[in-house]
């Protein structure tokens, strides 16, 4: 029974080749548009799921004066939440460089203008749970101005010839500050809503 249903499809295609080929073109472009579309759709499912506790976490998205939305706001947020929804444990406050007016350069083994360097609450180590692969979270308060770096950029930049509590150059327009590196933590995943190469308060 399948020898003669394989016989007669065969010679169907032969007797249709038009027919066949534009029958089978169709179906080789709907499995792949949804084999796209299920990558995508899991892809997108994916994002800050790489965190432990990524079911507690939220993200504040502010609409400016212009209409766009960016993922941070003022200074008072913080105070304003913790007074209206005593139920959030943590709270960090994020500015990503491309939100700044002025271009970010750093002095590694030679001068690099950055694109992921952010300025956050000491917090955000605990609320992403980022592991610190050098460096120690209770010594950065006694630093001035601590500078957490990814493993990525500390091998990019610096080469790994890079110790502890050194001063490291940064150029934040024409103004020009002295970070000490305090840590370097394990890359975010590429399924992060956050990049950050550079992190200091």
């Known amino acids: 029974m399948i020898r003669n249903a394989l016989i007669t499809s065969y010679r169907t295609i032969v007797n249709n ?3 066949s080929v534009i029958s089978l073109a169709g179906l080789v472009l709907g499995l792949a548009a949804a084999f796209v579309l299920l990558v995508y759709a899991i892809n997108e499912g994916s994002y800050n799921r790489c965190f432990p506790n990524y079911h507690q976490l939220s993200r504040i998205i502010i609409t400016d004066s212009k209409g766009m939305k960016v993922p941070q706001g003022s200074a008072l947020i913080r105070p304003m939440l913790s007074a209206k929804m005593p139920e959030c444990l943590k709270m960090a406050r994020v500015v990503h460089n ?3 007016p002025d271009k970010i350069k750093v002095y590694g083994t030679k001068i690099y203008e950055v694109s992921d360097f952010i300025c956050a609450d000491p917090e ?5 749970n980022l592991d610190l692969i050098r ?4 010594n950065s308060p006694k630093l001035k ?4 770096i990814s493993e990525k950029a500390f091998k990019e930049y610096f080469k790994n010839d ?3 509590c050194q001063t490291i150059r940064v150029n934040v327009g024409k103004f020009q500050y002295e ?3 305090a840590g370097v933590y394990k890359d975010l995943p590429w399924n992060s809503s956050l990049t950050a190469d550079f992190i200091t308060g």
């Open 17 to 19: 080749k038009t027919y």
């Open 98 to 100: 491309m939100y700044m």
């Open 124 to 128: 955000i180590f605990e609320i992403l």
């Open 135 to 138: 460096g120690n979270l209770k």
């Open 145 to 148: 101005n601590p500078l957490y």
């Open 162 to 164: 890079l110790k502890l």
């Open 179 to 181: 970070m000490m590196l």
